[in-house]
């Protein structure tokens, strides 16, 4: 089912208060309002999914930095017609080349499939589905314009740095 801006933001706001985290560390609720200095109450009021409290800004960002949860981010992003990717690490290994295309590619051709199953079967869940994956490939590809431009411009530092050198 398909949910409007502000119910899909409520149950965001609420996961990111109230889920365990998503990177290596297990953060709960009470470590996250330590981290925050706010109280456990206060952290369960705003983010209930019955009172009409508005989430604060400031605790946004944080709060999605501790739990390495950015679904606020980018359903707002979305909601405002932006892509939302995430800046590409800027040192890679030789091999990283290969894994990065071998995923994009992996990854584009799941939502070619999805899309192709949509228009096959315009379901509800087909469509969020394919919506999920087509907003995922625009990051990545967003992610992977970046990494191409930071390699090229890394290039062009090398081929321009004997004849800089040669002046000096």
């Known amino acids: 089912m398909h949910q409007d801006f502000l119910t899909a933001l409520k149950l965001a706001q609420y996961e990111l208060i109230h889920s365990r985290g998503r990177g290596p560390k297990d953060i709960t609720i009470f470590n996250l309002s330590a981290k925050l200095t706010r109280s456990y109450s206060y952290l369960c009021r705003i983010s209930s999914l019955t009172e009409d409290l508005p989430f604060p800004s400031e605790l946004e960002v944080p709060a999605m930095k501790i739990k390495n949860n950015f679904d606020i981010l980018r359903l707002k992003a ?65 992610e992977i314009k970046r990494w191409v431009e930071k390699k090229h411009s890394n290039q062009i530092e090398l081929e321009f740095s004997p004849t800089i050198k040669a002046i000096r």
């Open 78 to 142: 979305i909601e405002c017609g932006f892509v939302l990717c995430k800046m590409p690490r800027t040192k890679t290994k030789k091999g990283d080349e290969n894994i990065i295309i071998s995923e994009y590619q992996v990854n584009y051709s799941e939502t070619i499939n999805a899309l192709y199953k949509f228009f096959q079967e315009p379901t509800s869940d087909n469509f969020n589905h394919t919506i999920q994956l087509l907003n995922n490939i625009l990051s990545e590809t967003c």
